[in-house]
């Protein structure tokens, strides 16, 4: 399995997109503290582990081994100027605040003005989403930064292990050695029937 994601058909991007925003949808209503970093995080997390049980994203988006963790950088870019059908379905704005050490700092809120649609996501992909916001829902971004960085996981093998700092993190550091092969298989699958059917 090659370690960049493979380019989707149209219609495959568009599924991604609409998946992306109602995935934020879904995180921004149903956890506390749902900024800018921590939808970053919350979004790695689902992608990654849906990754690990199928060999595929929910959202298609890329992540980028940056010093504080894992980023897709054009959804980091896009939240300062949203597409028109995010800002059809969030309202993201700039709000000040004056953090604990006394220093006025910036974060991106992110709020829903449309409804969550379910229809979009597998029984596993709600399963997952359900499970970050059990383990999520009021923690703060950087409560969260601890479980990206972790000995042997996506990010640290890129940023520390292999010094490729702001470079693409494989989906595919995520599996085990025994996971590899089913979950290629699986991918291969995928792919191939995307493939007959584009």
């Given amino acids: 399995m090659s370690d960049s994601t493979p380019s989707a058909p149209p219609m495959l991007v568009q599924h991604h997109r609409e998946k992306l925003i109602n995935a934020i949808i879904f995180f921004s209503r149903r956890t506390q503290h749902c900024y800018k970093t921590k939808l970053i995080k919350l979004l790695y997390f689902l992608d990654f582990e849906h ?5 595929r994203s929910v959202t298609g988006l890329k992540y980028y081994a940056w010093k504080m963790g894992p980023v897709p950088t054009e959804l980091f870019e896009e939240l300062d100027d949203p597409a ?17 050490s006394g220093e006025e700092r ?3 809120s992110i709020k829903p003005i449309s409804e969550f649609d379910q229809s979009l996501f597998s029984k596993r992909e709600m399963r997952l989403m359900e499970r970050l916001v059990e383990r999520y829902h009021s923690q703060l971004s950087d409560d969260m930064i601890t479980a990206t960085h972790e000995l042997g996981l996506p990010w640290h093998r890129v940023y520390n292990e292999q010094k490729r ?15 590899r092969e089913l979950v290629e298989g699986l991918a291969t699958e995928r792919r191939e029937v995307i493939e007959n059917y584009a």
């Avoid at 990754?51 to 060999?55: H, N, P």
């Avoid at 028109?84 to 604990?100: A, C, F, G, I, P």
Wanted: aromatic share 10%; with cysteine.
């Fill in 84 to 100: 028109e059908d995010m800002r059809s379905n969030l309202k993201v704005t700039q709000e000040t605040y004056r953090h604990s």
């Fill in 165 to 179: 700092r702001q470079e693409e993190i494989p989906y595919s550091y995520i599996l085990s050695e025994e996971d």
């Fill in 51 to 55: 990754y690990k049980e199928v060999g």
């Fill in 106 to 108: 910036c974060q991106v």
